[in-house]
């Protein structure tokens, strides 16, 4: 047989690989603490490190260590695995640990059997089996998470994990149509053998990979999030606002509108109830905001206490109705405090694209107007931004001029 594909010498050369994905996953660990599920990979690839080498000293090492100690590390490994990704999608109940071990106690459980452990391709076969249940686990686990968290590198795995089970079947397929001999006690050898070897190794390594990939691009999605995210309401922040409200004025100018909502005497909360009353008021107006926003607009604290709505389908009654409930539902809130009970209110003035046209910079002064407007009227109200062209001048103004703007309460 060709010496590139001496069994013992690939199992040796494998050890070696898996061992530097085990270590590669400890080392990311010690930085990424918060990700219990790399330990765990970590240790499994441990194990499959020392089961690898066990089978590839067959012959020099008893058999019970290389036949029934190695595939119980081995099967431990893929259970590791296993739970490592429910760690990993946050789906973890209290039998997981011992479910992950329950691979190798059934295997010992077979090696009990003196008939069984003396024919090679029935002791195959089931290694096979149990293998293939905890990738097929792994796999429906990471595709219903994929609808959750929609990170590319879970795609991938899939599709490993796929193609791996599909090389189980190929190998158990084999052995039914073209058996070992059964007594054989040696390492099987020949080129369907290595080929499998091969192609398992190369899957351990793509998975590996594959994890470190799934953990950045987690912490980069996180990243992102929190730097687009306002940290004490949980909704969009300035930047991210406007980076989609001025993606969707590039694609379509034609419709939008754009609520601005003010808490009212929010200065006064602060100072008469404190900071802390004054932040659980932030956090129930944007609870509030967020339940009440609809698919495809976006919510966003963009001041202190002042919040904005982007509405992309560009009905403006529609809008105020919304913008209505909102204060509505603000108006019927009570804050508790230590003393009493705090109503809150909030005055909310709206622009409309068709109204005033694209430019955001026109679009957020008109809704400002609006606002104020509303304030002005008596606050906890809904102005909405009406455009009225002064008299003796037939062009539409340049700049926003107060002046020149009517806003009508809801």
């Known amino acids: 047989m060709s010496t590139l594909l001496y069994i013992p010498s690939l199992l040796i050369a494998a050890a070696v690989t898996v ?23 970590g240790a499994a690839y441990g194990l499959c490190t020392c089961a690898m080498i066990m089978v590839g000293l067959r012959g020099s090492i008893p058999y019970f260590l290389s036949i029934v100690v ?3 590390l081995l099967l431990v490994a893929v259970g590791l695995l296993w739970l490592g990704y429910r760690r990993f999608i946050g789906k973890t109940a209290r039998h997981d640990l011992l479910l992950a071990l329950l691979g190798g106690l059934v295997w010992l459980g077979f090696a009990c059997d003196r008939q069984f452990f003396a024919d090679i391709n029935t002791r195959t076969h089931v290694v096979s089996a149990i293998q293939s249940v905890y ?18 590198a879970l795609s991938l795995t899939v599709a490993a994990i796929a193609v791996q089970q599909l090389l189980l079947i190929v190998r158990t397929v084999h052995l039914l149509i073209t058996p070992l001999d059964a007594s054989t006690a040696t390492l099987p050898s020949g080129t369907p053998i290595a080929l499998t070897l091969i192609g398992s190794v190369g899957f351990v390594v793509f998975l590996g990979l594959m994890q470190l990939a799934l953990v950045g691009q987690r912490s980069e999605k996180r990243y992102r999030v929190a730097a687009e995210t306002d940290g004490l309401t949980g ?9 989609e409200v001025l993606s969707h004025l590039n694609d379509n100018p034609d419709h939008g509108t754009l609520v601005l909502f003010d808490l009212d005497y929010f200065k006064r909360i602060n100072d008469t109830h404190g900071h802390l009353t004054g932040d659980r008021a932030l956090v129930e107006f944007a609870r509030i905001l967020a339940k009440a926003t609809p698919d495809g607009a976006i919510a966003a604290r963009i001041g202190g206490e002042e919040f904005a709505l982007f509405l992309p389908d560009g009905d403006a009654t529609k809008a105020a ?6 204060r ?9 405090t230590d003393s009493d009970s705090l109503r809150v209110t909030v005055s909310v003035g709206l622009a409309d694209i068709a109204e005033v046209g694209s430019d955001y910079e026109m679009l957020h002064g008109a809704a400002d107007v609006a606002l104020y407007e509303a304030k002005r009227e008596g606050r906890d109200r809904v102005a ?6 002064p008299q003796r001048q037939t062009a539409a103004p340049s700049q926003l001029d107060l002046g020149q703007f009517a806003s009508s309460p809801v």
Not at 135 to 152: C, G, Q, S, T, Y
């Open 321 to 326: 109705a919304l913008a209505d409930g909102i």
């Open 135 to 152: 990738l097929f686990a792994v796999a429906v686990d990471l595709i219903n998470h994929k609808r959750k968290e929609p990170l590319p």
């Open 70 to 72: 190695s595939n119980a």
């Open 384 to 389: 909405v931004y009406r455009w009225e062209p």
């Open 235 to 243: 909704l969009a922040n300035r930047r991210r606002f406007l980076g």
């Open 19 to 41: 061992a530097c994905v085990s270590v590669g996953h400890i080392m990311i660990w010690r930085g990424t603490r918060n990700e219990t599920s790399i330990p765990l990979w």
């Open 328 to 336: 509505q539902l603000t108006h019927a809130f009570e804050l508790g």
